[in-house]
């Protein structure tokens, strides 16, 4: 990968890192020959951040305010279900209909 259009001592931020896309996004960061600082945002780190939660919210932009500025900021989050929303895609639909 390639970041020359980058600033040197990137800083990137990367919402939602406990994930598959964020972890590859982190990986990749890190994994360049630039000097890259990755900060990183999800449910398990510190700070935590559960959009489900405005407090998380709030206090992890409180944090990452006194860490940036960034030139980078990937937010990678996303939610394939939860109790009152299944994925588009379910074989559940599929059966039913055959």
């Not at 932009?61 to 500025?69: N, T």
């Not at 279900?81 to 559940?92: A, G, T």
Request: hydrophobic residues 45%; positive net charge; charged residues 15%.
């Amino acid at each position: 990968m390639s970041l020359d259009s980058f600033p040197e001592n990137l800083r990137a931020l990367v919402i939602g890192s406990s994930g598959g896309i964020g972890v590859a996004f982190v990986r990749a960061l890190q994994g360049t020959s630039a000097k890259v600082r990755v900060e990183q945002l999800h449910r398990h780190s510190s700070p935590l951040i559960d959009f489900a939660d405005k407090k998380s919210i709030h206090l992890a932009a409180q944090s990452m305010a006194g860490r940036g500025p960034f030139h980078l900021i990937i937010n990678a989050t996303g939610m394939l279900h939860n109790s009152h929303l299944m994925p588009e895609k379910n074989w559940l639909i599929y059966s039913m209909n055959s």
